[in-house]
């Protein structure tokens, strides 16, 4: 998993903490401390997964000795009912484990699976499919695994690692031209300008103003046409706003460089996954 451990442990407590609290009083009243279970982990419709790891650290913070074994390696496509991975370990650390598990591997499996058909649906054409910072708040850094998980790219992460002019930001400037020059001069040369722009006219500024991307909002798919031919390669092109699965391979169709999504987070259904227990 390319991720910082440390920041995925981190996440994982805050949210064991959120539903364990002070202890798991229905575990702990009635399983004896010293008795060990085997936890099946099955998808319960079909999808891509993501998490897995995530799901393992879950289990060993809880129980250091816990032995977790994935049936299917990340990323991989699976069918209703397909055993995904199993867990051993003491009983209550799975029982208290399990519902946190479960959640981070529905939702990054959903993540995943949707991104997976976006990026199906494209396919054929030059356009990488990218994310946005449209994401569950606490779990950036995992829902945009999950996209690259399932086929997809990463927009920025945040506010802090490349520069994004949208139409607030070009209102208080007073212009696009305005705007660039004071990002130009603030940030270091290594960072990227991205202008967001609506009208042809726009784009002839963001051009003239050499931003490095310029950002379609909510075009048609002939403005997107225009427009691609327009800025010639001087600048990639995103398109964003109003991308749905029926529409996705249009929008490719036009040339664009980029399509961001901010369905692919905000809007995923959970795939379903469950967990079963027995004594051993």
């Known amino acids: 998993m390319d991720i910082d451990i440390r920041a995925i442990r981190k996440i994982i407590k805050t949210a064991l903490k959120e539903d364990i609290g002070n202890g798991d009083v229905t575990a702990n009243s009635i399983i004896p401390a010293d008795t060990t279970a085997r936890g ?8 891509i997964i993501a998490g897995l790891d995530i799901a393992m ?3 060993r913070i809880l129980d250091p000795n816990s032995v977790f074994v994935k049936l299917v390696p990340e990323g991989h ?3 209703e009912r397909q055993d995904i991975a199993k867990v051993e370990g003491l009983a209550r650390a799975l029982l208290s484990g399990e519902r946190t598990a479960l959640n981070f591997l529905q939702r990054l499996s ?4 949707l991104t997976a058909k976006y990026v199906q649906a494209a396919s054929g054409y030059k356009t990488k ?3 946005t910072r449209k994401t569950t708040p606490g779990l950036r850094l ?4 999950a996209v690259r998980v399932g086929g997809g790219h990463n927009h920025r992460f945040g506010l802090y690692d490349a520069v994004l002019i949208k139409d607030n930001h070009i209102s208080v400037a007073g212009g696009i031209t305005q705007a660039v020059a004071r990002a130009r001069a603030f940030i270091p040369h290594t960072m990227k300008i991205e202008v967001e722009v609506e009208t042809i006219e726009q784009i002839q500024e963001a051009m003239e103003s050499r931003a490095d991307i310029i950002m379609l909002d909510n075009m048609d798919l002939e403005g997107m046409a225009e427009a691609v031919k327009l800025i010639n390669g001087k600048a990639l092109v995103e398109a964003s706003g109003g ?3 029926e529409n996705v391979a249009l929008v490719a169709a036009t ?5 961001s999504a901010g369905a692919l987070t905000n809007s995923a259904m959970p795939l379903d996954i469950s967990m079963s227990l027995t004594l051993i």
Request: charged share 20%; hydrophobic share 50%; no cysteine.
């Open 40 to 47: 099946i982990i099955t998808a319960k419709s079909q999808g």
């Open 57 to 59: 650290e879950v289990f």
């Open 77 to 79: 496509a699976v069918y």
């Open 110 to 113: 959903g993540i995943a699976t």
């Open 129 to 131: 499919i990218i994310d």
């Open 142 to 145: 995992l829902e945009k695994y």
């Open 243 to 245: 991308i749905k699965l």
């Open 255 to 259: 040339g664009v460089d980029l399509i």
